[in-house]
Every structure is written in C-alpha cells, then in structure tokens.
C-alpha cells in the first residue's frame, strides 16, 4: 500500500524516502490497516527550540501524519512515525469514531485515550525495532553477496575474444551435427530433407548469434 509523502522541512530525502517507505509498509503489514496514511514531514523552528517541542501528531479525519524533523536524528523522527502509524491503525479500526479528549493531558484525562496511548507506544515501538533489526540484516546481506561476487575488471584484446566466442560456438555446432541422422538419397524422405534444412538454418542462426554476442563483449570487456 503506498503512502503520499510531503516534505516541510529540510529532510534529506533522497536519504529518508527508502526508509520512510520501507518502515511504512512494513508496518501496514504487521498492523494489516485497510486505508493509506498521507506522512507530512514539517519544519517549526519554533516548536524545536523548546525542550519539550511537540514530536509528530495525526489527524483521523484526514488520515494525516505529520511529524516535526528540526535538530532530530533521522532514527527518532521515524521512530515517531511508527508511533503515528499505530493511531492510524486504530482510526482504521474505528478508535476515533466516538468523540475524544484530544487537548493538554488527554492521556491523563480520558480514560479510553490512555489506552490508545499506551497501544501507540507500546506496538509502536516493537514495529520500529523489528523494522530496524529486519532492515539491517537484508543491508548486511546485500553487502555480503556484493562483497562476495567480484567483477569482472580484466580487459581482453578482440583477438582473444573472438577465438574464446568461436570455439563454444564451434562446440555448439558440432553437437548440433552428431544429432543429425543423414540418409542416402534413395532413403531421403520428406521428414529427413525437413531435418537436414532445419539443421542449416540453425547453422546460420548459430553464425548470426555468434557476431552478435562478439559485438555485445566486445563494446564491454576488450581493450
């Protein structure tokens, strides 16, 4: 399920759209919601100047996440985003349907709103671990088979290249030709002569892909 992203502030996303994305539907996965969020990623200088700034809120009736980014570790802004992500689900799931304290200490306030708060933090946090730890494995094993599948860096001549194509293809068409049953003209038989031009057809393929290939390694590995 894809997600609609804005960016207010000075987020790097070509850094934070792969995880932003990532830890999203990872999410929607575990929690399964039926209906996409859109993730508003907000400047407030403000806001970030005060110890106890606001973080990142969400708005059930636009299905809206915004979390604020100044002076914040990429890692704590998406650890709110899986915090959002939980209320979303809940909205998804009907939480917010009744009427709700949503001002200064509603989570002391309300008793119902205390829930959904500890849900929030509670599902939200293990999302983002598991998220993170799932994360890095798959990086750590990209890098592994990266490090373990060198390339291939030696530069041949076209000389060498061309003898290298001619004899697989040579070897491909003398197995071609074992297979063919030749007969004597008196024991030639429409079935037979059908063999024999299929056969040559399939020799002038094999000399067609055997430039062909030469061009294509050529451009690639020769001096």
């Not at 070509?14 to 995880?19: E, G, I, R, V």
């Not at 076209?158 to 007969?183: F, M």
């Not at 299929?198 to 393929?205: G, P």
């Not at 055997?210 to 001096?223: G, M, P, V």
Request: aromatic content about 8%; overall charge neutral; some cysteine.
């Amino acid at each position: 399920m894809h997600c609609r992203i804005t960016n207010h502030s000075d987020l790097n996303m070509n850094k934070a759209s792969p995880l932003v994305k990532s830890l999203y539907s990872y999410a929607q996965r575990q929690m399964g919601f039926n209906h996409p969020a859109d993730i508003v990623f907000q400047s407030d200088l403000k806001n970030s100047q005060m110890d106890l700034g606001k973080t990142a809120h969400y708005h059930p009736g636009t299905y809206t996440v915004t979390v604020y980014t100044d002076r914040r570790h990429i890692k704590d802004v998406l650890r709110s985003l899986a915090h959002e992500l939980v209320h979303h689900d809940q909205n998804c799931n009907g939480a917010f349907e009744e009427p709700f304290e949503s001002g200064p200490g509603y989570a002391q306030k309300d008793g119902r709103m205390r829930e959904l708060e500890r849900d929030a933090y509670e599902r939200g946090n293990m999302i983002f671990r598991d998220w993170e730890d799932t994360y890095k494995q798959a990086l750590n094993e990209t890098n592994y088979y990266r490090k373990e599948t060198p390339k291939m860096s030696k530069k041949i001549t076209e000389q060498q290249l061309r003898q290298i194509v001619r004899k697989v293809l040579q070897e491909k068409l003398a197995k071609n030709e074992t297979e063919v049953v030749t007969e004597t003209a008196e024991e030639a038989t429409p079935e037979s002569t059908e063999t024999v031009t299929e056969t040559k057809e399939k020799i002038s393929n094999d000399q067609w892909y055997q430039n062909n290939l030469f061009e294509s390694l050529k451009r690639k590995w020769t001096k």
